[in-house]
């Protein structure tokens, strides 16, 4: 059950690295941005703050 969750938060820690409005992406059923595995934990802002966040309505 415990490995059962850690994956379950990696998994949501992903997606919300790529979908910072991930909630109101859900809600709204959107699609999600693919994340880019190669820029996580990396130096610079790419992979943190580049991602599209889903228009204002």
């Given at each position: 059950m415990i490995i059962t969750?850690?994956?379950t938060i990696r998994i949501?820690?992903?997606l919300f690295l790529a979908n910072p409005d991930l909630p109101l992406r859900f809600a709204l059923?959107?699609?999600l941005n693919r994340y880019?595995?190669?820029t996580f934990y990396s130096?610079?802002?790419q992979g943190y703050i580049d991602?599209?966040?889903l228009?204002?309505?």
């Open positions: 969750q850690v994956i949501a820690n992903r059923s959107k699609p880019d595995r190669n130096s610079g802002a991602y599209p966040m228009e204002k309505l």
